[in-house]
C-alpha cells in the first residue's frame, strides 16, 4: 500500500509501473486508487480471518474470496518476472510471499 501512496504523491514514477501502459495521471489516479481500495479490502480479509475484525462475511466468503487473492498473486508474480523494470521484477518476491501467506492462511481455516 506504501507504494501505491508513493505513486500517487509521485514520488515514484508512474511510468515504471503497470507495465508502462498508463498514459497520464488520470489514469495513474484511477489505477492507484482502485489498487489501495483492493488492497485495503485484502487486509480487511485477512484480519477478519485471524480474528481482528467484525465478522461481516461468512467464514466461506472469506474462504473464497482469499483463494481469488492468492490466485491473483500467483498471476501477478508471473507477471513480474517478465515485467520490463526492474522495479517491478523485485516485486516477485513480495507478490510470491503474499500468495504462499495467503496460502498457509487459507490451510490453517480448512484443517480447522
Known amino acids: 500500500m ?54 461481516l462475511l461468512s467464514e466461506k466468503i472469506v474462504t473464497i474470496l482469499l483463494w481469488i487473492f492468492f490466485g491473483l498473486f500467483v498471476l501477478n508474480t508471473v507477471g513480474n518476472i517478465f515485467a520490463t523494470t526492474s522495479l517491478e521484477r523485485w516485486f516477485t518476491l513480495l507478490t510470491l510471499a503474499n500468495a504462499f501467506l495467503i496460502w498457509k492462511i487459507n490451510r490453517k481455516s480448512v484443517n480447522r
Open 2 to 55: 506504501v507504494f501505491h501512496l508513493l505513486i500517487l504523491v509521485k514520488v515514484i514514477p508512474y511510468s515504471i509501473t503497470w507495465g508502462g501502459k498508463l498514459k497520464n495521471d488520470s489514469e495513474m489516479y484511477v489505477f492507484e486508487t482502485v489498487s489501495l481500495l483492493i488492497n485495503l479490502f485484502f487486509v480487511y480479509l485477512v484480519a477478519q480471518r485471524v480474528g481482528m475484525m467484525p465478522l
